[in-house]
């Protein structure tokens, strides 16, 4: 363990027994005992008044230099449109490129990328673009080694991507061969103007604890970000920045995997992701059929249909509707949750709604406490009645 | 087929509880469990060995007590199993994990296909099974939610993306992160929890994995959690009284109000 109790030091207060996050401290014999399980968080550390707690600190032998600068945000596509994430994170890497007075570039792979000047728009001082046939169709393994390429070449202090399935499978795999730290899925990015440290904070334990990291000794310092989870800005057509065509030489570097087909899931008509209005239903709706009832409510408002676990756990619905940990992460003007209980990893992924209407009839569901306006009562009811009143007009 | 299967032991997370008084988790009554993702990725190391033939070798890193999971395991129809645990292991994130692993996986030579869960429950980062690939110099395919065929040193196989699904191949040895889709486990057998039972489960520490010490642990992990603390709600919502029809009719008018519909 890197994690000691100095039993000279110790003199059994019990002050850090409340301070493991945890849990794991008990007294035995009036000394503190650390159980299995540390992270080596340091919050008992903090609340020791006696000097009793040991951390074996990682050997910090990597020297920063300071030739890694820059903040840079992994600009991804599908069919060559930009995805919204990558704009989400312009804005939130513009905030952190000002506050260490560096540059924002945008890195983008692909083929006959639209509205790549959109990057500037949004924040991008420079965007380094590969265009290539080859790169078409999110091809991970190319990418992985293009961007480490780059990289190693341009040398940035951070690199932020979306945490989209096309992210979370290639990020990592960029990491491990730069040999750095990766932060997955953060909600919070800031700068510590002292240490000029990236503090990458994100949800754990299935969104019970959050957790705040940082990447001292490495670099780039990493992370991803799921979508909708920063703002996009406001973009500006007259910003000035700098499109650096980057060549690819595909005799180089070849896949090993290949995507022989791509078959969408046609059930959702309006994308989760870029709906305004997304009525969503769990357990309460009771069977699949029962689906059809929010789709009506859905189609009158123009709203996404989505759902939690249980649902799709039953074959109720497809899972590209699933909003949560494990699925997608939503934020939209307004999310209608009809009979869904409202678990801690629901709400991860729809908490940060403009406006939450919780329907459903256990008035102590947890879903209420995050509700902006909560209805006690049978969806089955109350849904119709929604879709009368809307109808009308 | 030489079937590795990566499994970590998490606390059964859906219990957990926060203690309004001290603002800690609720240990009590918290059971180890092994991470639900990792139980798609072993019945699926499981079937594709019943269906060509080879073994199943279950791989653990943690504290002694995590041999429970590959026990486990073993009940499931894994054939052997291979706890990594050493003192200097702990504090590891993901990228000293996957280079432990690699390491392990790495020592018991020729294995075609390594299979890891799409993330676990209690990190939630899904990052060791990508890293793992790298470190090992093999193709990866995350979210895989079929194997549709094994042949001639390559895989057909399916992967979940936001607005479909990919069919993909790669040649072997390769690494895949499966999700829940693809499969039901099944109930460990009588025969299996009697092989569990007697099983001999190796411990390989630093010294058996000739790994660099300055990779593993703490001293290898590149990130470092420096705050822990509790995501406040603040709730400023309301619950609509009245009768029924008539929280209807204000909730659309409020609706109205600010012109979401």
Not at chain 1, 191 to 199: K, N, P
Not at chain 2, 55 to 60: D, H, M, P, Q, W
Not at chain 2, 141 to 147: G, P
Not at chain 2, 229 to 248: D, K, M, S
Request: aromatic share 6%.
């Amino acid at each position: 363990m890197g994690i000691q109790i100095d039993l000279d030091n110790c003199i059994g207060c019990g002050n850090c027994l409340p301070a493991c996050p945890y849990g794991l401290i008990e007294l035995i014999d009036e000394k503190a005992r650390i159980n299995e399980g540390c992270t080596l968080c340091g919050a008992c550390q903090e609340a020791c008044e006696y000097d009793a707690i040991l951390i074996e600190a990682a050997a910090e032998t990597v020297e920063i230099s300071d030739s890694h600068h820059g903040i840079w945000v992994f600009a991804e596509q599908r069919d060559g449109r930009l995805k919204s994430v990558g704009y989400e994170l312009l804005a939130k890497g513009r905030q952190l490129a000002d506050t260490l007075d560096t540059e924002l570039c945008a890195v983008c792979f692909g083929h006959n990328i639209n509205e790549t000047e959109q990057l500037i728009a949004y924040g991008a001082d420079k965007v380094y673009l590969i265009d290539n046939p080859a790169l078409a169709n999110n091809q991970e393994e190319l990418y992985t080694r293009e961007l480490v390429k780059l990289i190693q070449q341009y040398k940035p202090a951070v690199v932020v991507a979306g945490a989209t399935s096309l992210g979370r499978s290639f990020i990592p795999r960029v990491a491990a061969i730069l040999r750095t730290g990766l932060t997955a899925d953060c909600t919070g990015l800031e700068i510590d103007t002292e240490t000029r440290l990236l503090m990458q904070t994100r949800p754990t334990f299935g969104g019970n604890i959050m957790a705040t990291i940082i990447c001292q000794a490495k670099r780039p310092q990493m992370s991803t970000v799921r979508p909708r989870v920063f703002k996009k800005g406001t973009p500006d057509n007259k910003r000035k920045g700098q499109i650096i065509k980057v060549d690819f030489n595909g005799e180089s570097v070849t896949s090993r995997t290949k995507l022989l087909n791509f078959v969408e899931d046609l059930t959702e008509r309006v994308k989760l992701e870029d709906a305004d209005i997304i009525v969503s239903g769990g357990r309460g709706l009771g069977k699949a059929e029962n689906f059809q009832l929010l789709e009506e409510l859905a189609s009158v408002m123009g709203a996404a249909l989505g759902s939690s676990r249980p649902p799709v756990d039953h074959g109720w619905i497809p899972y590209s509707h699933q909003v949560g940990q494990t699925g997608k992460t939503v934020c939209p003007k307004l999310y209608i949750a009809c009979g869904i209980s409202g678990a801690v990893q629901h709400l991860a992924g729809m908490q940060t709604s403009d406006t939450i209407l919780a329907i459903n009839d256990d008035p102590n569901a947890p879903i209420f406490e995050v509700a902006s306006y909560g209805i006690v009562g049978d969806l089955f009811k109350v849904v119709p009645m929604m879709i009368d009143r809307l109808k009308k007009g | 087929m030489n079937i590795a299967v990566c499994l970590k032991q998490v606390p059964g997370t859906t219990k957990v509880k926060v203690d309004p008084q001290t603002n800690t988790l609720v240990r009590q009554g918290i059971e180890n469990i092994v991470n639900p993702f990792d139980t798609y990725a072993l019945e699926e190391g499981v079937r594709i060995k019943e269906r060509y033939g080879g073994k199943v070798t279950a791989i653990s890193m943690g504290p002694p007590q995590a041999e429970a999971v590959l026990r486990e395991a073993i009940s499931s129809g894994a054939d052997d199993a291979i706890l990594l645990s050493d003192s200097a292991f702990a504090g590891a994130d993901t990228l000293a994990t996957a280079y432990t692993l690699a390491k392990a996986i790495e020592r018991l030579q020729e294995c075609d296909l390594i299979i890891c869960g799409r993330q676990t429950v209690d990190g939630d980062t899904g990052q060791v099974a990508p890293e793992l690939a790298e470190m090992l110099g093999i193709p990866f395919i995350a979210y895989v939610s079929q194997i549709e065929e094994v042949s001639n040193g390559y895989m057909r196989l399916q992967r979940m993306v936001e607005d479909g699904h990919e069919v993909m191949e790669t040649p072997l040895p390769a690494v895949i992160s499966v999700v829940k889709e693809i499969n039901v486990p099944r109930l460990p057998s009588l025969r299996g929890l009697t092989k569990a039972k007697s099983a001999v489960i190796p411990v390989w520490s630093i010294s058996e994995l000739g790994v660099d010490k300055t990779r593993v642990g703490l001293s290898g992990s590149a990130t470092k959690v420096i705050k822990i603390f509790f995501p406040q709600r603040v709730h400023h919502g309301e619950i609509l009284q009245g009768e029924l029809e008539n929280q209807v009719d204000s909730l659309v008018e409020k609706l109205r109000e600010v012109k979401i519909v």
